[in-house]
T-cell receptor, first 111, second 112 residues
Framework: DSGVTQTPKHLITATGQRVTLRCSPR?????VYWYQQSLDQGLQFLIQ???????AKGNILERFSAQQFPDLHSELNLSSLELGDSALYFC??????????FGPGTRLTVL | AQSVTQLDSHVSVSEGTPVLLRCNYS??????LFWYVQHPNKGLQLLLK??????LVKGINGFEAEFKKSETSFHLTKPSAHMSDAAEYFC??????????FGKGTLLTVNP
C-alpha cells in the first residue's frame, strides 16, 4: 500500500458527461501528479500540483482540469467526455526527494 | 528532453531462471531513473531508483539494476524468477520539472 488513495475505483459514464476523480496524497507529501494510462498512448503525464499551485503541465487536454485543495487532496475534472477518454487515471504524490508513489488508479469507461 | 526506450515489449522466462529487462535512456544531464512494476489491475509500485549514488541499485523482491553511463543503460535483473513476478515493468526517467517519462513497458511472463 503506497499511502496514496484514489476514488472512485471504477467509473462508467456516457459521452458528453463530466466526472471528477479524487486523490489523497501520502501524509506530508506536497506534490500531486496525474497520469493517464491507455492502451494506445501508454502512461502519460497530465499535470502536477505543488502545495496548491500548478507546477507543470503535460499532455492534458483543454477539456480536463485539476486543482489541489488546502488539505492537499487533488481532483481531476474531465468534461465533454469522449470514447477515447476511457483509460486508467493514476494519481501520484511525492515529497522533496522526487520519488513518486502511485495510487491504485481510477478506471474510467466512457460509453 | 529526456526519454527511455525499453528494448523488449515482452519477455518470457521459466520459473527459477534469471530475468533481464532492458532499458536505455536519453538525458541531457545526470538522470534519476526508476523501475516501476504494475501487476494486473493494480497501481504502479516502485521497485527501485537510481539518483547518482551507487551505480548498482537494489530494490524490492530481489530485483536490482545497474546504471551504466557509458552505455546509457539501466537494465533490471533478478537471479531467479518467481511466478509472482509476472507483471508489466516500466523504466522511468525524471526530468528537471519532476515530470516522469515512462517507457512503453515490458510484459514479463513466468512459465512454470
Amino acid at each position: 500500500d503506497s499511502g496514496v488513495t484514489q476514488t472512485p475505483k471504477h467509473l462508467i459514464t456516457a459521452t458528453g458527461q463530466r466526472v471528477t476523480l479524487r486523490c489523497s496524497p501520502r501524509s506530508g507529501d506536497l506534490s500531486v501528479y496525474w497520469y493517464q494510462q491507455s492502451l494506445d498512448q501508454g502512461l502519460q503525464f497530465l499535470i502536477q500540483y505543488y502545495n496548491g499551485e500548478e507546477r507543470a503541465k503535460g499532455n492534458i487536454l483543454e477539456r480536463f482540469s485539476a486543482q489541489q485543495f488546502p488539505d492537499l487532496h487533488s481532483e481531476l475534472n474531465l468534461s465533454s467526455l469522449e470514447l477515447g477518454d476511457s483509460a486508467l487515471y493514476f494519481c501520484a504524490s511525492s515529497a522533496i526527494e522526487n520519488t513518486q508513489y502511485f495510487g491504485p488508479g481510477t478506471r474510467l469507461t466512457v460509453l | 528532453a529526456q526519454s527511455v526506450t525499453q528494448l523488449d515489449s515482452h519477455v518470457s522466462v521459466s520459473e527459477g531462471t534469471p530475468v533481464l529487462l532492458r532499458c536505455n535512456y536519453s538525458s541531457s544531464y545526470s538522470p534519476s531513473l526508476f523501475w516501476y512494476v504494475q501487476h494486473p489491475n493494480k497501481g504502479l509500485q516502485l521497485l527501485l531508483k537510481y539518483t547518482s549514488a551507487a551505480t548498482l541499485v537494489k530494490g524490492i523482491n530481489g530485483f536490482e539494476a545497474e546504471f551504466k553511463k557509458s552505455e546509457t543503460s539501466f537494465h533490471l535483473t533478478k537471479p531467479s524468477a518467481h511466478m509472482s513476478d509476472a507483471a508489466e515493468y516500466f523504466c522511468v526517467v525524471i526530468g528537471s520539472n519532476y515530470k516522469l517519462t515512462f517507457g512503453k513497458g515490458t510484459l514479463l511472463t513466468v512459465n512454470p
